[in-house]
C-alpha cells in the first residue's frame, strides 16, 4: 500500500472516530450568513485568511486542493464561486457532497492523490486554496508545479504550510525527540511507530521546499503570516508552527 493510502484510510479514521476537527462541515447558519456577507476562512489553525488577500468571488473558478471536510468550498460557493474540490479522503469529500446537497449548490468532487499529476487541464482555476495537507506527502515540489500548471495566469495560490517544528517534540511538545528533517520512509522504526499509533506518515517540510519552492515552480510570493498551533505548549509560548502564504501566478 502506498503511504499516501495509509493516509487517505488515517484521515477517514480520525473523522469516524475521533472527530478530527478539520473534518466537521460548518453548520446551514454558517453557510447563511456567508451568503450575507458575513464569513472567515482558515489557511492554519488560528488566524483567518486576510480579507485582502481575496478577489471578487463572483463565478471565479475555485479548486480546494485537499480541502475537504465541507469547511471551505461551501464558503467559496456561497460567495457565487464555481468549485472543485480535490481530496483523497473519502470522508472528507463525503462531508462537502452533504453540505452541497443540503444548500443546493453544484460543486466538482474529485478523489484523488495530490503526489500524481492533477487530473485537469492547464489553465483551468483563477485560485486553489490549499490549507495545511501537504505534511502528509513527501514531494511538495510537484504540488507546486501541478499549482502552477492548472492555474490561469494571474491565478493566485492561497496555502497553509507546517514549519516542521512540530515534528521535533514529542506528543505533548514539551521534550524534543526528534530529528529534522522527518521523514517515516527512510526511518522504518519511525514508519512503524506513527502508523500504529494512527497517525498517518507525516514529513517536515523546510522554507526551502515550502516558499522557495514557490517560487522555483513560477510563483510570485505576495504576501505571508505566521500561526500556532492553537493548542499545547508550543501555542502557550506563540511559538510560529504554521505558514501562510499568497502567491500568483
Given at each position: 500500500?502506498?503511504?499516501?493510502?495509509?493516509n487517505?484510510?488515517?484521515i477517514?479514521?480520525?473523522?469516524?472516530?475521533?472527530?478530527?476537527?478539520?473534518g466537521?462541515?460548518?453548520?446551514h447558519e454558517?453557510?447563511?450568513?456567508?451568503?450575507?456577507?458575513?464569513?472567515?476562512?482558515?489557511?492554519?489553525p488560528?488566524?483567518?485568511?486576510?480579507?485582502?488577500?481575496?478577489?471578487?468571488?463572483?463565478?471565479?473558478?475555485?479548486?480546494?486542493?485537499?480541502?475537504g471536510?465541507?469547511?471551505?468550498?461551501?464558503?467559496?460557493?456561497?460567495?457565487?464561486s464555481?468549485?472543485?474540490?480535490?481530496?483523497?479522503s473519502?470522508?472528507?469529500?463525503?462531508?462537502?457532497?452533504?453540505?452541497?446537497?443540503?444548500?443546493?449548490?453544484?460543486?466538482?468532487?474529485?478523489?484523488?492523490?495530490m503526489?500524481?499529476?492533477?487530473?485537469?487541464d492547464?489553465?483551468?482555476?483563477?485560485?486553489?486554496?490549499?490549507?495545511?495537507?501537504?505534511?502528509?506527502?513527501e514531494?511538495?515540489?510537484?504540488?507546486?508545479?501541478?499549482?502552477?500548471?492548472v492555474?490561469?495566469?494571474?491565478g493566485?495560490?492561497?496555502?497553509?504550510?507546517?514549519?516542521?517544528?512540530?515534528?521535533?517534540?514529542?506528543?505533548?511538545g514539551?521534550?524534543?525527540?526528534?530529528?529534522?528533517?522527518?521523514?517515516?520512509?527512510?526511518?522504518?522504526?519511525?514508519?512503524?511507530?506513527?502508523?500504529?499509533?494512527?497517525?498517518?506518515v507525516?514529513?517536515?517540510?523546510?522554507?526551502?521546499?515550502?516558499?522557495?519552492?514557490?517560487?522555483k515552480?513560477?510563483?510570485?510570493?505576495?504576501?505571508?503570516?505566521?500561526?500556532?498551533?492553537?493548542?499545547?505548549?508550543?501555542?502557550?509560548?506563540?511559538?510560529?508552527?504554521?505558514?501562510a502564504?499568497?502567491?500568483?501566478?
Amino acid at each position: 500500500m502506498d503511504y499516501t493510502d495509509i493516509n487517505s484510510k488515517t484521515i477517514d479514521k480520525w473523522i469516524d472516530e475521533e472527530n478530527w476537527e478539520w473534518g466537521k462541515p460548518i453548520t446551514h447558519e454558517t453557510f447563511l450568513e456567508a451568503k450575507n456577507g458575513k464569513w472567515n476562512m482558515l489557511l492554519t489553525p488560528t488566524k483567518y485568511v486576510p480579507k485582502e488577500w481575496f478577489p471578487d468571488l463572483k463565478d471565479k473558478k475555485v479548486l480546494g486542493l485537499a480541502s475537504g471536510g465541507g469547511q471551505q468550498m461551501p464558503i467559496f460557493a456561497a460567495l457565487g464561486s464555481i468549485c472543485t474540490l480535490m481530496d483523497y479522503s473519502q470522508k472528507q469529500i463525503d462531508s462537502d457532497l452533504m453540505v452541497s446537497k443540503r444548500e443546493n449548490y453544484n460543486i466538482n468532487l474529485v478523489k484523488a492523490d495530490m503526489t500524481k499529476t492533477f487530473p485537469f487541464d492547464d489553465e483551468s482555476f483563477d485560485i486553489i486554496f490549499h490549507p495545511v495537507s501537504n505534511c502528509y506527502i513527501e514531494d511538495v515540489m510537484h504540488v507546486w508545479k501541478e499549482s502552477f500548471r492548472v492555474l490561469k495566469k494571474e491565478g493566485v495560490l492561497m496555502a497553509g504550510l507546517d514549519n516542521g517544528i512540530n515534528y521535533l517534540f514529542d506528543e505533548n511538545g514539551k521534550e524534543i525527540k526528534y530529528k529534522l528533517p522527518f521523514n517515516p520512509l527512510k526511518d522504518e522504526s519511525l514508519l512503524n511507530k506513527l502508523i500504529q499509533n494512527n497517525d498517518g506518515v507525516q514529513f517536515s517540510h523546510t522554507i526551502e521546499e515550502q516558499v522557495r519552492g514557490q517560487l522555483k515552480a513560477g510563483f510570485k510570493l505576495i504576501d505571508i503570516y505566521e500561526d500556532t498551533n492553537g493548542y499545547g505548549i508550543l501555542h502557550e509560548y506563540n511559538i510560529p508552527t504554521f505558514w501562510a502564504t499568497l502567491s500568483k501566478k
